[in-house]
């Protein structure tokens, strides 16, 4: 159980990382960042279940917080870079590229 | 206890199976699905370990709020057929491929090391899956772990959210020149 909850959170840990490396979808790259963030809390709650301590619990609340409140600003921007433009591919926000 | 470990097992086998549905495939909305169903199985996960208020936590923020809000954007920024312009170089993803394989072995490499050996034994703390029990569950023990050791933390989080809040409509209201 330990182990196969241990194991499981490291592929979906390199999954989203592999979703970050290779997409160009913006919307898909912060579906990718929710994946990595959703490995590392089963990661803490398996841990903090084998080794007999509530902060790991404790933590992944704080994770989850963290996590809805990077998902909404990710979002605006998100909109914010569809409407000026005119597609959420990352090559064409390319602005600052110098 | 046999039947508990084969549905572990089942879970996490689809669990992996979905995360790798959202890695190949094309369109968002299907991503999202997929993530859905990822973000269900973490929280059965929870569940079957016992940790219930962490399930309820995820299933109510992140399999209700979090996805709304994508298939919420999806929806808003009506991506129709572009599908066919998102694909990245293949040297890319062979390099990423290979670099995540070597990831993921060098990470199953040092649980199967960390599982093979017991702990030792000031690393145990005393919130074991009997103790929680005797304790009143999981919830009431969580509880009070974050209302008194965790409290100033507690409410940084809640004035962190609530600025988040803020910001994103500011931030989707606004109109850049």
Do not use: W
Request: glycine share 10%; charged share 10%; with cysteine.
């Amino acid at each position: 159980m330990d182990l196969k909850v241990q194991v499981l959170a490291a592929f979906l840990f390199v999954v989203g990382l592999l979703i970050i490396l290779t997409k160009k979808n913006t919307i898909i790259l912060l579906m990718g960042i929710e994946l990595l963030l959703n490995a590392a809390n089963l990661s803490l709650v398996g841990f903090s279940n084998y080794l007999g301590h509530i902060d790991g619990q404790v933590q992944v609340i704080f994770t989850i917080t963290i996590a809805a409140a990077e998902s909404a600003i990710g979002l605006s921007i998100l909109v914010n870079l569809y409407r000026n433009f005119g597609s959420i591919k990352t090559d064409k926000a390319v602005t600052l590229k110098g | 206890m046999d039947s508990f470990n084969l549905l572990t097992g089942l879970i996490c086998g689809v669990t992996a199976v979905l995360a790798l549905l959202m890695l190949f495939s094309e369109q968002p909305l299907s991503c999202a699905l997929s993530l859905l169903g990822v973000l269900l199985g973490t929280a059965a996960l929870y569940g079957l370990m016992g940790e219930h208020f962490i399930a309820t936590v995820q299933l109510v923020v992140y399999a209700g709020a979090i996805m709304v809000l994508f298939i919420f954007s999806i929806m808003l920024l009506n991506l129709k057929h572009q599908a066919d312009h998102y694909n990245s170089g293949k040297i890319r993803l062979v390099v990423a491929g290979v670099l995540g394989m070597a990831v993921f072995i060098l990470l199953t490499a040092a649980l199967m090391g960390y599982f093979s050996s017991t702990p030792q034994e000031g690393i145990r703390g005393q919130f074991g899956r009997g103790e929680i029990q005797q304790l009143g569950g999981n919830s009431l023990v969580l509880s009070h772990a974050l209302f008194t050791q965790h409290y100033i933390s507690f409410e940084m989080i809640s004035l962190a959210l609530l600025v988040a809040l803020v910001g994103a409509v500011v931030l989707a209201k606004r109109k850049f020149d």
